[in-house]
T-cell receptor, first 114, second 114 residues
Framework: DTAVSQTPKYLVTQMGNDKSIKCEQN?????MYWYKQDSKKFLKIMFS???????INETVPNRFSPKSPDKAHLNLHINSLELGDSAVYFC?????????????FGPGTRLTVT | GQNIDQPTEMTATEGAIVQINCTYQ??????LFWYQQHAGEAPTFLSY????GLEEKGRFSSFLSRSKGYSYLLLKELQMKDSASYLC???????????????FGRGTQLTVWP
């Protein structure tokens, strides 16, 4: 049973294109996150949602737009892709919106922009 | 601002003990996490400390000193499969803009040799 799943696992696309990454969790958690891990392995928060409500919106270009249709799903749409967007994007979830809970990470989506 | 510092790389041999240090400076403190990340995989939770002292869990232990802004992860009886990146992450005070956040260090790449 997959706890946090993401699709696709790999995404190769050209500059200027628009792409989406989907995330689903079957843990019954209230809170979901998007992280970006760059080539130097630095993991940085992008967004968090709690019960479909946007809570954290880090300093991310507005080309990135998250959407949570329900609390089990959190998608990430990226417009006008740039070379610097190449990274691994991780979705994560936690039981509640509080920093005391461990986060469960999905397998990641490796995005390569050429 | 948030500052989390850990060594970039460490090496050790099978059967040995290794200690990975993490120092932090954050606005408020709500606990410190350690995650393990194997190459090409998602981070997975190892430990959480919110009070001073040592938490032991099998071969892995984690220590916290809040007054010193310091933690370490101790790995005993090292095995080849322990070769991975170890991420220190701090949860700042759960209020306002830091609610539910985790700030990650850049990770310590541990290589275990036979």
């Amino acid at each position: 049973d997959t706890a946090v799943s993401q699709t696709p696992k790999y995404l190769v696309t050209q500059m200027g294109n628009d792409k989406s990454i989907k995330c689903e969790q079957n843990l019954g958690h209230d809170t979901m996150y998007w992280y970006k891990q760059d080539s130097k392995k630095f993991l940085k928060i992008m967004f968090s949602y709690n019960n479909k409500e946007l809570i954290i919106n880090e300093t991310v270009p507005n080309r990135f737009s998250p959407k949570s249709p329900d609390k089990a799903h959190l998608n990430l749409h990226i417009n006008s892709l740039e070379l610097g967007d190449s990274a691994v994007y991780f979705c994560a979830s936690s039981p509640r919106l509080a920093g005391t809970y461990e986060q469960y990470f999905g397998p990641g989506t490796r995005l390569t922009v050429t | 601002g948030q500052n989390i510092d850990q060594p970039t790389e460490m090496t050790a041999t099978e059967g040995a003990i290794v200690q990975i240090n993490c120092t932090y400076q954050t606005s408020g403190f709500n606990g410190l996490f350690w995650y393990q990340q194997h190459a090409g995989e998602a981070p997975t939770f190892l430990s959480y400390n919110v009070l001073d002292g040592l938490e032991e869990k099998g071969r892995f232990s984690s220590f916290l000193s809040r007054s010193k802004g310091y933690s370490y992860l101790l790995l005993k009886e090292l095995q080849m499969k322990d070769s991975a990146s170890y991420l220190c992450a701090v949860s700042p005070a759960d209020r306002g803009s830091t609610l539910g956040r985790l700030y990650f260090g850049r990770g310590t790449q541990l290589t275990v040799w036979p």
